[in-house]
């Protein structure tokens, strides 16, 4: 099996900092995608960034020049950098990797979701 696990959430006041990680483990041959994802308060969960194995990266529009995505092939760990946070950052953000391809035989490929790590923001 292969397991996501997040670290770094907390709590920080607006215009602060927060650095969150991720990473996997298990029997993994190779990750495509990885991202983070939030689900705010009484809200629906919503991309938040992408990074492709190749460096390709994709923003959520709300986020776009405060957050940056990068990660670390060889440690199969990505990472969140987010600056100047604001209240309606407040969330879980939740890591996803997809596709995850494990070890056979046969290969399989599977989408892995970690188990959140809560950012508040306070105003």
């Known amino acids: 099996q292969v397991q996501l696990v997040e670290s770094g959430g907390g709590l920080v006041q607006a215009g602060g900092s927060l650095r969150l990680s991720c990473a996997a483990s298990?029997?993994?041959?190779?990750?495509?995608?990885m991202g983070w994802y939030r689900q705010g308060p009484g809200k629906q969960r919503e991309l938040v960034a992408t990074?492709?194995?190749?460096?390709?990266?994709n923003y959520a529009d709300s986020v776009k020049g405060r957050f940056t995505i990068f990660r670390d092939n060889t440690k199969n760990t990505v990472y969140l950098q987010m600056n100047s946070l604001k209240p309606e950052d407040t969330a879980v953000y939740y890591c996803?990797?997809?596709?995850?391809?494990?070890?056979?035989?046969?290969?399989?490929?599977?989408?892995?979701w970690g188990q959140g790590t809560l950012v508040t923001v306070s105003s």
């Open positions: 996803n990797a997809d596709p995850v391809v494990v070890h056979g035989p046969p290969l399989r490929s599977l989408e892995v």
């Open positions: 298990g029997s993994i041959f190779s990750i495509n995608t």
């Open positions: 990074i492709t194995s190749g460096g390709s990266t």
